[in-house]
């Protein structure tokens, strides 16, 4: 009995010692080897941050977190307290998305406190020290600990150079912030702030918006994705700053302006501005164009002929469901996954546009998604209306935006687009 004791508590001593090796290594995580489709899929969410980050210089960054109090959990920890949510962020440096190897990591918890049920937006930051030069990849959680609800994110860091945009602010007029990626509103006028004190200019390019529509995932010619580089300009302006901080200027509807260090073209940032309210308050006018996607030539083109984009819209919709209610709520459903596809995949077109956010259109939030170094997969399960498929993206690298990725296009695609295609229809 004594030799057995003796024998079991070795074991406890063992397997002790392996329980702290193994926390000794954590994070286990490989960021490539994650599902991202809560990303795109809002009911998978029950958390929904959003991030920013500011680099401050070349050594030191800054990750803002934004999260609604509806999102979290608030309890009361004594009788007459306040309730309080407790919310944790860590943070992942990695090399790249590939990469095993943890550069440096960092885990805040966060308080905050209400005296009643009330819905505001909370902000908190964390300073990230000795962010390395060059490009690299934060993966940051986000959990609840009052519920363990989480949520998991990356964010390419970019200090390949002192003018990369996260190295900026925009001010419009009016007061509001905008952060990278900006998107900027007609007839506004902004200023830029840079986090270090000193004068110097940069050269600005206005460009037009390119209006080309992809085509269907069967079609084998992407040519609306090819970038050229550099564009044709439209008109050049210099922007100086005083104390790091720019002159005002004005932008114009539908016009992508690229700021740049004089004498150094590949050192630069774009900004967007598309029209008033993007990515989200859109008027029956711009609904027009999304429906290429799933009418004929003749069709789309009676769309605008009629003269009235609400009644175009009401018509379509109605021929096709059938009945009004019907109608409506296919509607409805249509235009909010080109409002979101807005929102994740805008690059130096609107979200709607580009490859990623016609799929999403069409096919709706993916199942599965896994982002690989310079690409993306998603799985669509078969289910209910919704066929089997996976879609190849790949980055469409280039100086004007890092969320450009072009489909592999595949005439296999064919069927699976057409009954896609098909549903939206009946």
């Known amino acids: 009995m004594q030799k057995k004791g003796k024998l079991s508590a070795g074991k406890i001593i ?6 702290l090796v193994f926390l000794s290594c954590r994070p286990l995580i490989r960021p490539a080897s994650q599902n991202y489709a809560h990303i795109y899929q809002s009911t998978l969410n029950d958390i929904r941050p959003q991030y920013h980050v500011f680099h401050q210089n070349a050594h030191t960054s ?9 999102d979290l959990l608030y309890t009361r920890e004594d009788i007459d307290g306040s309730l309080i949510a ?7 440096l990695y090399e790249s998305l590939q990469s095993r190897k943890l550069t440096d990591s960092i885990r805040v918890v966060f308080t905050d406190s209400i005296h009643r049920d009330e819905s505001r937006e909370i902000t908190r930051t964390i ?20 519920r363990r609800a989480n949520h998991r994110q990356i964010l390419p860091l970019n200090k390949a150079h002192a003018y990369t945009s996260s190295f900026f602010v925009f001010t419009a007029n009016d007061g509001s912030a905008v952060h990278a990626p900006f998107f900027l509103t007609p007839g506004m006028k902004y200023t830029a702030t840079y986090p270090e004190d000193k004068n110097f200019s940069m050269q600005a390019s206005r460009y037009s918006i390119p209006k080309a ?12 994705s090819h970038i050229p580089d550099p564009w044709e300009t439209d008109s050049v302006f210099t922007l100086s700053f005083r104390s790091g901080q720019s002159l005002p200027f004005s932008c114009n509807p539908n016009e992508m302006y690229y700021f ?19 990515p989200s308050d859109l008027h029956a006018d711009y609904m027009l164009h999304p429906m290429r996607y799933i009418t004929s030539s003749d069709e789309y083109n ?11 819209l009401e018509r379509f919709w109605t021929r096709s469901a059938g009945n009004p209610d019907r109608a409506f709520e296919i509607m409805h459903r249509y235009n909010a996954r080109v409002v979101k596809a807005n929102a994740l995949f805008t690059s130096f077109v609107p979200g709607w546009q580009t490859d990623r956010g016609m799929i999403y259109i069409i096919f709706g939030p993916p199942q599965r998604v896994y ?4 690409k993306e997969i998603w799985f669509y399960h078969e289910g209910v209306n919704i066929p089997e498929a996976q879609f190849i993206f790949n980055l469409a690298e280039n100086r004007y935006s890092d969320n450009h990725f072009v489909l592999e296009r595949n005439t296999a695609f064919r069927s699976t687009w057409n009954h896609a295609v098909n549903i939206w229809r009946r």
């Open 213 to 224: 529509i992809p085509f269907p995932a069967h079609v084998m010619d992407d040519s609306h």
């Open 260 to 278: 740049h260090q004089e004498g150094f073209p590949e050192h630069g940032f774009a900004a967007y501005c598309f029209q008033e309210g993007f």
């Open 86 to 92: 407790r919310f944790q962020v860590s943070c992942y």
């Open 302 to 312: 009676q769309l605008f002929d009629l003269g009235d984009a609400e009644l175009a």
């Open 14 to 19: 063992f397997f002790s010692a392996l329980i």
């Open 127 to 146: 300073n990230l020290e000795g962010t390395p030069v060059g490009k690299s990849i934060l993966f940051v959680e986000f959990a609840d600990l009052k």
């Open 62 to 70: 800054q990750l803002q977190i934004t999260v609604s109090s509806d």
């Open 371 to 374: 982002k690989e170094h310079l």
